[in-house]
């Protein structure tokens, strides 16, 4: 557990809002590079590795996280200093007024998101609803020096460190999705330097908040047999629709049942976790997950995908509060499945193009 | 295709359970039925089963006929403590058409009941109203969570009930004609002797997204795909002959566009000069709307020539698509016309 | 340069019968081309082979337009229609329409409509006919397409309006540069895209078949600089290279060299981030494994209008900066 937070904290340091992935590839390649045996970055700026088995003909199993996080990117440069913005990816409005971001331009420079004085407000104001094109941001700059080092276009993201709130409970930004790149990179070490008997792909991906481009041409690129996709999901809060009890943080982590995955590899999956002892907790997702699974099961010829989630409060705002024994329950997952799966899926390794080509 | 054999293999089609996502108990049905046909076969790890026939001469393009065989179908979200199944469509499924049926669990056919507050116990606000799907319970009989549990678990499939009929002037009504009649003329052709070679694909999840067609798609890399499938039909009492799209009793129904494509305009052409010398009834769409598995086909890998024939069936994704018997023969018949026939493609 | 313009918005090319504009292309591009190839939904790949054949540059424009589909003919001779691409209902009402095959018409609102309700589904098509049989003598049949008839006007300076500019200045830019750059850096692939207004059904095959690894698209963004204080790109401001828009996020290295590229060669440019709007760079850039992909976008007013207004400073800006690109390559 500590060291998924170890891990975790390392990779929500860095920058990487959806579209401007590559500045944070570099410092991928130094953190986990180590952990592959060869390692690439692709045209859409999604980071991937892989650790090959000695059996060069073995099957290939893909992990998946995504690397970017959702943030803001800017539309206009104004008197005063201020910066207009557009959101990239689903972003509530409410949580912006006085909040701190991080802006990549020439130089990463800090800046706030202007809020109105109460003092300054007319009465019911505060109950209004809000639109981002409403907001600015504030840099501290003159107009004229701030168009030096920002341009329409520059990327802008969350501002906040990770922090433990008690042994087992951590908040920061972009825990959606990097705490459960770090679950996956926790069940490698896990597995020390055995050979599972399979060529075991890791992708960080890009652009999931925005189409899940980066998933979808990646694992084509690896062309797995199977793939284990991580992404977080909503935990229950009071207040939320019955059916979101399912989801309990601090309760193990979540496997989606859904028509959007396989079927096959989620039963195998619940039945492994009960035998090795890991928390899981199924849950039922009839539609769309919002997840890189579907980009990932529809590559190529169809590859079949495993949904991991963790339970996560606050998506998408700078405060994303999680239980880390869930990711912990996700990462000794992910290390059992490795483990097995070359015996118990034999099945689905090299099914190779179709015979009646 | 002898009419009698094939409404009876249709009824059984329909009634089997295949929510998209577990289309096992229906590829098992449809396997069993070609497997003495001699024709070449192959199931894919997602669950699509490919069906290669030898015809009397080779094509210099590759043709592939789809149908999808998944059902638009529910999944148990969550139990709740009076023993109730918190659920959610699978596939576009109206609120209305829910409230108030029975569901049929795929696991063990159990039955299910989509409670529905009588109209005595309603208060005014409610009348005439119907609640989203998300505040909609399936009753099974139990009375606490602990007896619930015990049946039924989170992530379970139901669909509606079976309940196959013929009734009227030669029509019927089933849960999943949309698109278990598609599959029903593919396993005819599959045993009849080809004059081309074919290939033929039986989809996945086409309900939620048409994603077993774009994973068949690239394996067989067709030049020409021809669809077949259901289309609404909007001739019911009021409805104004412009709003209908395509009506029951006309016969089997060519698209020129869709929601999801443009026709290939040639195939077009061609499709309707063959129904035109082959004396089958057939009509064009009046509105542009809806969309099936020929969007994945047209735009997957290096592209497609594509073709839709579709029945028109009234009250799709319901406990009761009604179609027109006469139409699905059509249907049958022209695509069979088709493929004994080549392809004018330059 | 006008002389394209004033060629390739007069061709008739609604989306699912592009055919007229792409013979015009095919044919304006032979002289240049090392090879051409129609795909089977009609896309047109015109490849210049370049210095380094291990690379490929994909340029994508689109060459279909929005129009109208008809979908029924009425006792009375009326024609209905249903929209192809996102027909902006109240300016097209009461323009004049030609069909494939010639036939003139023009395209009405329902009677009894308000202005305030009118959408592209209460449009109807009048023929002059006075009867069915009338309008199907004329050759109108349920799946005929209609588009709003060709106009190209000077507006004061190096302004011009047009129906359609949207794509075909994107395709005049495109061949443009494939008739006039030196060689190509690397193996670069003129493409003109089919059904892009219905959804970029076009680009995505055509990318996977390229399989390029930069690509390029020339599409038209809106230049609303009449009054707002932001406007999202300035008629005149030169070329826009596109940062985002809702369905692409464009590829940073794209963005950095057309800056590059740009500032050495002295071309105005400005940034475009818009936050509607779609464009084959998103099919390019998830086709297959995937490539770096940007756009250059025209500056446009009015677009999905009959006079859609460009500068032709705006589009010397374009076509000088896809110049470059080609010339001295994406990397």
Redesign the interface.
Known sequence: MERIYELAKQLTALPGVSGDEQRALGQVRELLGGSFDETFCTPVSSFWGIRRSKNPSAGTVLLDAHLDTVGFIVTAVCDGGFLKVAPVGRIAEKNLSAAEVWIYGEKTIPGVFAAKPPHLQESGESEKKMSLSDFAIDTGYTRETLETLVRVGTYVGFKAEAERLNDHIAVSPSFDDRLCAAAHLRALELLGDEDVGLHIAFQFSAREEQGYKGAMTTAYRVDPDMAIVMDVGHAYVPGAPERRKTAVAGKGCLLSYAPQTSRALTVWAERVAKEEGVPVQPVAEPGRTGTNSNAVQTTRGGIPVCLLSVPLKNMHTANEVVDLRDARAAADLVAALLRRAAKEQEGLFRHGTASLL | MEPQAFFEKLKAYCAVPG????EDAIRERILADILPSGA?Y?V???G?L?V?KRGRERRPYKLVVAAHM?EVG?????V?DEGLL?F???GGVDRRVVSGRRVQFCKDGRTGVVASKSIHIQTPDEFGKCEPI?DMRIDIGETDREGAEALV???DFAVFQPNYAEFGEGLVKSKAIDDRFGCAVLTDLIHSDLAYDT?FAFDT?EE??C?GA???C????P?VAVILESTTAGDVCDTPE?ARACELRKGAVLS??DG?T??D?EL?AFALRTAGEEKIPCQ?????AGGNEA?AY????????VLAISAPTRYLHSACCVAAKEDLLAVGRLTRAILERSLPLC | MLTLIRQFTSAFSVSGWERPLAEQIRKTLAPVADEITTDPLGNLLILRKGKDSSRKLMIASHMDEIGFVVTAIDDAGFVRVSNVGGIHAVASAFQRVRFRNGTNGVVVPESGVKPADLTAKKLIVDVGASDRKAAERKGIRVGELCAVVPMLQRLSGTRYAAKAFDDRIGCVLSAYTALHADTPACDTYFCFTVQEEVGCRGALPAAFRIAPDYAIALDVTTADDCGIKQPVTRLGGGAAVKVKDSSVLCAPVVVDRMTELAKARKIPYQYEVLTAGGTDTSAMQMAGAGCAAGCISIPTRYIHSPVETVDLRDLRACADLLTACVEEGMA
């Open positions: 929510p998209s996502g577990m070449s192959e894919d790890p997602l699509n490919l290669f998944d529910f999944l148990v979200t969550a709740t918190c959610d469509a699978v998300a678990r989170i992530g290939y999840c939620i997204g994603d774009k994973e068949v690239h394996r067989l890399r030049d412009g020129h566009m999801g443009v026709y305009k077009l064009l769409k009046n509105i542009v969007r047209q735009t997957s890998g290096t592209g497609a020539r």
